[in-house]
């Protein structure tokens, strides 16, 4: 298998919620196990923030090094860091972090680790956890490769505040299909209105809509809704190409 079609067998396995077998459980183990066979980490830790929030650990890469060292990450180090911070966090020499992180250096260069990175389990700019990487060599993840684990921790963590415990009927996959092919053509009527108004190209019209609800916070539909029930006036919208 390729490495493009590891990645692709990747995503679309994290993010298949309505996938039989689906769990929680199972999706944060597949997100470790992706962290050491694609992005190139040879211990990989995921903990998730509790109601109280402290950290709990949910998953650990098969190659991890004693319980001991995972659960001084709930308290200290990287993956605490990157919790707190919402921020990816690195340490390419864990021989130079000791005063960062005193027990966990410690621990980590004793179970033979050189470096460490961490990145945020993030949903719509809330972090519910973080996802913690290490390795032996000291210099850590090649290029690209803490982002390709931010990619692959966001798309599980979408995933799993998606989730629902009880299996999706047919009728409930029908009923959320036929709400996208409404609001499409909502979308296409708004646009149509823009166009004859702005005396518009269609792609440009488009533009138009993508930008007014960029810069006011709104989704794309709600934006035609509001066109197409004459609540919102189109110079307002075309306004935002100037």
Known sequence: MTREEQLAEAFVGLS??????????VLL?????HCVAIVGADTVSVMMATARGDLRTMSVSAHADG??????????????DSY????????????????????F????????????????????????????????????????????AQALADVAAVALVH?????????????????????????????????????????????ALLAYSGLNGNRLTSTAQALVRRTLEPALVLAALE
């Open 16 to 25: 298949d919620t309505l996938a039989d077998g689906f769990d929680p459980v």
């Open 29 to 33: 183990d597949r997100l470790a196990g």
């Open 67 to 80: 319980a001991e060292l995972v659960q001084t990450q709930t308290r200290e180090g990287p993956g605490r």
């Open 84 to 103: 707190r911070t919402r921020l990816p966090v690195d340490a390419v020499r864990l021989d130079e972090s000791g005063d960062r992180w005193p027990r």
């Open 105 to 148: 250096s410690a621990q980590a260069r004793q179970a033979g680790y050189g470096a460490a990175h961490a990145v945020p389990l993030r949903v719509n700019r809330q972090t519910i956890g973080s996802v913690s990487l290490l390795l032996s060599a000291p210099a850590g993840l090649p290029p690209g490769g803490l982002r390709l």
């Open 163 to 207: 989730w629902s415990p009880d299996p999706a009927r047919p009728m409930d996959i029908l009923t959320h299909v036929q709400a996208a092919v409404a609001a499409k053509a909502t979308v296409e009527m708004a646009q149509g209105m823009l166009a004859e108004h702005g005396q518009l190209e269609p792609a440009r019209a488009m533009e």
